[in-house]
């Protein structure tokens, strides 16, 4: 199997606060890897930190054997990683259709002039663009599509505004997807059907998934493996089974006297 | 949207005294500071209709008239109790009227009894004069009356069936434009001179008449037609419509071809001014209103455009340049100028991309204001000769024919050539590839980033969009005015066209060119004056008026973009769509409320 | 915003390279301007010199000349720090950028050249009754601005709070634009003088023996740090105060806290505004003439002087006053004529503003940080 995602002695501290240190972390090829850890144990900064958005203050990340760090956001999604946000960071008065569609700028490259000549190259691409749009859309069902392209996105159910967060990462044709609390806020009947198509995401697309969830449920069914992070350190990695079993772990779950779900 | 709001009837004089107070003394507040802005004084010489009303009146009239209306609006909202309309609205807009008059009846009698002239210029014996129409002290009464007689009619608009209401509405605004625009009415089709006097005041006769065919106008559903037809346009979809549209278009070209030859200089002036401003706009357009970016420098690229022409065309440019600096025809001139801004752009654009959008502001305020000060130094005095500019910059030949300032027609033939290609290029690019990732940086920056969107590329684009289209409209100036000075490029110039990207609608396109025609074409740019010139000193009140006005009731513009309406309103639209069963709440699954959705 | 400061192996982009350049550029234009600055103190005729001035020496500066200058970028830089007060508090709590800020200044100035001028009338304005009369002249401005404050907070900023963040910021260009308009319509178009000042004022006087300095910009300077020392008392020791840093922290989380965030919000302009009426008032006495126009320069380099010294952060903006002031009136004698630049005091607007692009491009939050509530600092 090929490392995809190889992360290496990772730290961050935002003032005093250690939210991430030493992390050593890998992801291969075709893998689903689950996330999991306590409210606050860092698990969103380090998905910051693979994408850009955060600079890590000392340790590596290499991306097919490339390093990731210091490169701003939008090269690392040029590289072939993608994200959700957990609090559903939308385009919320751009359509459906148009959200999906500007995140396919950094695989396209018609520029002012194609738009303002109307080429052939110009027209090809925008249909293209817009093929593609569709056919991400069409994998949540009919939800997402028909007369729904072209609202906005502001007037989408919940559930639905999560679904178009995975279209939209899915448009940028990425190799690596992260996924943060995909289910969140979901009906059981919603998170497994959204469970079904996080392993379709790796069997039918090809893209290798990181997800960080709170659900256990989830967690279970679609994971190969599972890394459970608390103040910002590994205390377990392997196999659902084992990281569930695992003491520390669960102490890490049940020592906190109150602990609210996201 | 259809309420079901509960009606109760309340009695005439059962009124919510707070509100009257509240607005009366507005109204009162606003009367006095008309009177001592100098408007009643500095308006009284243009008669509107002839013998019986002049603009200065009409600057004291016009408020209670609002006033009373709004007193008698209430905000509906689903399940609300509301009021039945009855007298109790005239009473109301009386009541309001009325206070209104009195703080003018007051203004008067201490205007007669103090001396405060030292530091408020306009408490004169001539604003006495206005107020008294020329009588003793005491007639300053009268306004109590008929200030309550407008708030009247104001609040009576409410209870009036609604054709009435529109029909004097219809009458009043006819009436008063067609003697407001007097010259230019008569500047345009000169034949409908008979309906002014020597002077360009309405006849009274005149006006009965033009009163009387609004009225007709809306009666016989002249109205009703105009919306149908409106609706028609907006219902068709598909071939059908791009005929339409293309058939708009045509006919627009046409009208403005055709324009310039029938009327006098004044219009074709106005008209070439209004191209003008309407360049600056489209381009701040795709700054502000398509990428988000407030740039409020956005004068330096006009004044970059403006000096470059006349540096490469004019014999006079300063005496420092090297001897082998060319001296250009207006058209190579212009390649050049576009160079210049776009680099120019670029220069300005890289270090402030990447601030607060706040701070962004201040900064390109600054680097406006020091582009201005390089031009005017004595430092750069060899080369832009400081504040005595650039002269004698030729006009812009082009063979067959002539660009110059004296002959108005030919400058606004060259901006058409040049709005409408910044029109097709605002429009193209707002739904390419690159329009898109603008939109999505004016929503929510750091997620377009991490979309692959490079932000910095792509606002720096907006601006080198920009910069290159306000060099067109400085290019245009330089040839047209014919000199070129610092003063021409103060801060203000961007203001007043941010106002006009605002009040338009920002991202708009058609709103831009509304903003324009509607400003410049009333009011009058920074230094152009507008049709209604008497009003050149309280033009800038009034724009700063209008920006605060349109942020807090209109936010998104008088012609707004769909989205941008969306985006300001967001609230009230989801409560809208909500009541339309448009919000989708799952399907066949309920929608779990998340603890985030907003 | 992507984070200001790259790890090491950042990849630089064209643009980066250029604000790189850029940085560099202007350190270095500053750092030789000093150079050839010492350079010609040392020696006027030296070759630098002759060549930047066209073969002529350059003109020495004077120890005095020297002194004047900084007293006058000392006096006028406590105003424009007064004035950013009033927007680093702003900022701090609201998050925008109050534009008209300005104009509260503006308004003090001619509050005082009203009151000035009606009590030179009456007599009050010479003698034994100068003092009180100027006391009550600044108290009679301060309240003035502070009520023109809190109503543009009323009526203009309150229903936008929530919005976009630049929409209070263009209703602010908005508001500054019809204030300084209405007060041309009201009181007209003209520069307005203030009475003469008492002879104690105008002359100089020796501080200590190392400087001379005209009375009245010892008062400038005095009657700022006054102001600051109270505000400071306000802001760090009352109750009011308290809650005014609990609200620029976090307004959601304050009002659950029990604290009046309307009335703390209120508190906010009123206090701004009173520190802009003091320095419209000092102003008057210290230029004997205000415009309608006044606000507007010193408005924006107010803002500057906040953003120099660290938005949010009151110290800091004082501090950015005076740095702002010293640096406009050093510089085009210190650093632009050296360079051989013709007219360089023309250029004093020039170099404050690029005075804030240089802070921005090399630390974005200001010379002693930034202080702002968790949702602005986005
Ligand atoms: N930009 C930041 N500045 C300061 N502290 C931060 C920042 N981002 C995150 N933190 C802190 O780092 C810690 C880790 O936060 P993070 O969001 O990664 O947790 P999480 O594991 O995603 O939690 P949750 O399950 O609630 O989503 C928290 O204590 C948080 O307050
Ligand atoms: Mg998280």
């Known amino acids: 199997m090929n490392r995809l995602l190889d992360i290496q002695r990772l730290s961050v501290s935002f003032g005093g606060l250690h939210a991430l240190r030493d992390l050593n972390f890998h992801v291969d090829e075709g893998e689903i890897v689950g996330v999991i850890g306590p409210n606050g144990a860092g698990k969103t900064t380090f998905f910051n930190m693979i994408s850009g958005m955060v600079r890590p203050t000392a340790g590596e990340i290499l991306f097919e054997g490339e390093s990731l760090i210091g490169l701003d956001p939008n090269q690392v999604t040029q590289r072939g990683i993608a994200r959700t946000f957990q609090n559903v960071r939308l385009f919320a008065n751009m359509t459906i259709l148009e959200n999906v569609m500007v995140s396919q700028h950094c695989r396209t490259k018609q520029n002012a002039f194609g738009a303002l000549l109307n080429t052939k190259g110009f027209k090809e691409e925008e249909a293209e663009i817009r093929r593609n749009a569709e056919e991400v859309l069409g994998f949540f069902g009919t939800r997402l599509v028909g007369y729904r392209l072209e609202q906005p996105a502001s007037v989408l159910s919940y559930a639905n505004r999560r679904r178009l967060e995975i279209a939209r990462a899915m448009a940028t044709r990425p190799k690596l997807i992260l996924l943060d609390e995909p289910v969140a806020g979901m009906n059981p009947k919603e998170s497994a059907e959204l469970t079904g198509l996080i392993s379709k995401l790796r069997d039918d697309w090809g893209f290798t998934v990181v997800m960080i969830e709170h659900d256990m449920n989830v967690v279970r069914d679609v994971s190969d493996r599972v890394v459970c992070l608390d103040y910002g350190e590994t205390l377990a990695q392997g196999s659902f089974d084992e990281v569930s079993n695992n003491p520390a772990v669960i102490e890490a779950y049940l020592g906190r006297p109150l602990e609210k779900k996201a | 949207m259809t309420t079901t709001a509960e009606l109760v009837t309340k009695g005439a004089f059962d009124l919510d005294w707070r509100k009257v107070a509240r607005l009366g003394g507005l109204t009162a507040l606003g009367l006095v500071f008309i009177a001592l802005a100098g408007m009643p004084v500095g308006l009284d010489s243009r008669i509107l209709i002839e013998k019986y009303l002049s603009l200065g009146y009409v600057s004291l009239l016009w408020l209670s008239l609002i006033m009373g209306w709004l007193m008698g609006k209430e905000t509906l909202l689903e399940g609300m109790t509301a009021t039945r309309k009855s007298s109790r609205d005239a009473v109301g807009g009386a009541c309001v009227g009325a206070l209104g008059g009195l703080g003018l009846a007051i203004l008067g009698l201490l205007i007669n009894t103090f001396d405060l002239r030292d530091p408020l210029v306009n408490w004169s014996p001539q604003t006495l004069d206005i107020l008294t129409f020329g009588g003793g002290v005491g007639v300053v009464v009268v306004w109590i009356p008929i200030c309550a007689a407008l708030g009247a009619v104001g609040g009576a608009l409410h209870l009036a069936p609604p054709k009435v209401a529109k029909a004097t509405i219809a009458a009043i605004l006819t009436v008063l434009m067609t003697a407001i625009f007097a010259t230019f009415i008569v500047d345009v089709v000169s034949p409908l001179d008979f309906l002014y006097s020597k002077n360009r005041e309405l006849k009274l006769g005149w006006a009965l008449v033009l009163a009387a065919v609004a009225v007709g106008f809306v009666f016989s559903g002249g109205g009703q037609q105009l919306a149908r037809v409106k609706a028609d346009y907006h219902n068709t979809t598909g071939p059908a419509k791009t005929r339409q549209t293309a058939a708009l278009i045509v006919v627009s070209a046409a009208v403005l071809i055709i324009i310039p030859q029938v009327a006098g200089k004044i219009t074709q002036e106005l008209m070439a001014n209004i191209g003008i401003f309407l360049l600056l706009a489209l381009g701040l357009n795709i700054v502000v209103g398509m990428a988000g970016i407030l740039d409020l420098g956005y004068v330096a690229f006009f004044a970059v455009g403006g000096y470059t022409t006349a540096v490469l065309t004019s014999p006079n440019r300063g005496e420092d340049w090297p001897g082998w600096f060319p001296t250009l025809p207006w058209w190579g001139a212009l390649m050049v100028t576009v160079v210049v801004a776009s680099l120019v752009g670029l220069f300005i654009g890289a270090p402030v991309i990447r601030m607060r959008g706040d701070y962004l502001a201040i900064v390109t305020l600054g680097f406006g204001e020091i582009i201005r000060i390089l031009f005017l130094s004595d430092w750069l005095n060899g080369y832009f000769n400081g504040a005595q500019g650039i002269t004698n910059v030729p006009p812009a030949d082009f063979g067959v024919f002539e660009v110059k300032g004296t002959d108005p027609r030919s400058v606004f033939y060259l901006v058409l050539v040049f709005a409408a290609l910044s029109i097709y290029v605002s429009w193209r690019l707002e739904h390419s590839r690159l329009g898109r990732a603008w939109m999505a940086v004016r929503e929510d920056e750091s997620v377009a980033e991490a979309m692959g969107i490079n932000t910095v590329n792509v606002k720096l684009a907006a601006f080198v969009v920009g910069a290159i289209l306000a060099s067109f409209s400085g290019a245009i100036f330089a040839a047209k005015v014919g000199s070129i000075f610092p003063t021409s490029f103060l801060i203000l110039v961007s203001i007043i066209i941010l106002v006009i990207v605002i009040v338009g609608g920002m991202g708009s396109i058609l709103g831009v060119i509304a903003g324009s025609v509607v400003l410049v074409g009333i009011l009058g740019g920074p230094k152009q004056p507008g049709l209604l010139q008497e009003f050149s000193q309280y033009k800038l009140l009034i724009y700063g008026a209008l920006l605060v006005w349109m942020m807090l009731q209109r936010p998104e513009g008088l012609v707004p973009n769909v989205r941008r309406t969306r985006e300001l309103h967001q609230d009230e639209f989801l409560q809208d769509a909500w009541l339309k069963g448009q919000v989708d709440t799952g399907e066949e699954e309920p929608a779990v409320e998340g603890g985030e959705v907003r | ?378």
């Open chain 3, 1 to 378: 915003m992507t984070a200001a400061v790259r790890a090491k192996g950042a990849s630089r982009t064209k643009v980066d390279w250029f604000l790189l350049f850029m940085r560099v550029a202007l350190l270095s234009l500053i750092a030789i301007g000093l150079l050839a600055f010492f350079a010609q103190q040392l020696d006027p005729n030296n070759a630098f010199a002759r060549w930047r001035h066209g073969g002529d020496a350059a003109h020495t500066l004077t120890g005095d000349q020297y002194k004047g200058l900084v007293v006058t970028g000392l006096s006028q830089g406590a105003m424009y720090g007064l004035i950013a007060l009033g927007y680093s508090m702003v900022y701090g709590v609201l998050g925008f950028i109050n534009f008209a800020h300005g104009e509260v200044f503006m308004v003090g100035g001619f509050t005082g050249f009203i009151m000035a001028n009606k009590l030179d009338e009456a007599g009050y304005w010479e003698g034994g009754a100068f003092i009180p009369a100027v006391l009550f002249t600044i108290l009679v401005c301060t309240l003035v601005s502070m009520a023109t404050a809190v109503i543009m907070e009323r009526v203009a900023y309150r229903p936008l709070r929530g919005s976009p963040r630049l929409i209070p910021l263009i209703t602010s260009i908005g508001v500054s634009f019809f204030i300084q308009n209405a007060v041309i319509l009201l009181f007209g178009p003209g520069a307005k003088g203030y009475p003469s000042n008492p002879d104690w004022l105008q002359q100089k006087r020796s501080l200590l023996g190392l400087v001379e300095i005209e009375g009245i910009k010892i008062v400038v300077i005095v009657v700022a740090a006054l102001s600051m020392y109270a505000l400071w008392y306000f802001v760090e020791r009352t109750r009011t105060g308290k809650a005014m840093r609990a609200v620029s922290e976090d307004k959601e989380i304050a009002s659950l806290m029990g604290i009046n965030v309307n009335r703390t919000i209120v508190t906010t302009f009123a206090v701004g505004g009173a520190m802009a009426g003091i320095a419209g008032i000092l102003w008057g006495l210290l230029f004997r003439s205000v415009i309608a126009t006044t606000g507007f320069l010193p408005g924006i380099k107010a803002f500057t002087a906040a953003v120099v010294g660290g938005i949010g952060n009151l110290g800091g903006a004082m501090a950015g006053g005076v740095a702002l002031g010293g640096a406009e009136s050093l510089a085009p004698l210190m650093l632009l004529e050296p360079l051989g630049v013709e007219g360089a005091s023309q250029l004093r607007d020039a170099v404050a503003f690029t005075l804030l692009i240089l802070v921005l491009l090399i630390k974005p939050t200001g010379l002693f940080g930034e202080r702002l509530s968790s949702e602005d600092r986005a």
